[in-house]
Nanobody, 121 residues
């Protein structure tokens, strides 16, 4: 089992930045691919970015240039730096872990509880 806990969400204004953290515990975390997803009210859960245990990253096209995913394996933590936030970034952000290299939420076995990000205009 892998337990994931997100933190760092909040209410910000358009143009601000936030850094989300995903702290892991349990089984060997370092070998998992970790991804961030987000879900706005009434919408599906969308892929944001993922990072392999070796540090290889991949982003959804709409996130490139504004969001940066990183991980510190020594701290069992993955981060999502979000810059120039827009109102349409408002959502609950989830981190998830998988042994498979994928963007599909169906393939992620472990999930955090989510952290709310609200961006006001």
């Amino acid at each position: 089992q892998v337990q994931l806990v997100e933190s760092g969400g909040g209410l910000v204004q358009a143009g601000d930045s936030l850094r989300l953290s995903c702290a892991a515990s349990g089984r060997t975390f370092t070998t998992y691919t970790v991804a961030w997803f987000r879900q706005a009210p009434g919408k599906e859960r969308d892929f944001v970015a993922r990072i392999t245990w070796t540090g290889y990253t991949y982003y959804a096209d709409s996130m490139k240039g504004r969001f940066t995913i990183s991980r510190d394996n020594a701290k069992n933590t993955v981060y999502l730096q979000m810059n120039n936030l827009k109102p349409e970034d408002t959502a609950v952000y989830y981190c998830a872990a998988s042994v498979v290299l994928t963007t599909s939420p169906l393939s992620y076995s472990y999930w955090g509880q989510g952290t709310q990000v609200t961006v006001s205009s």
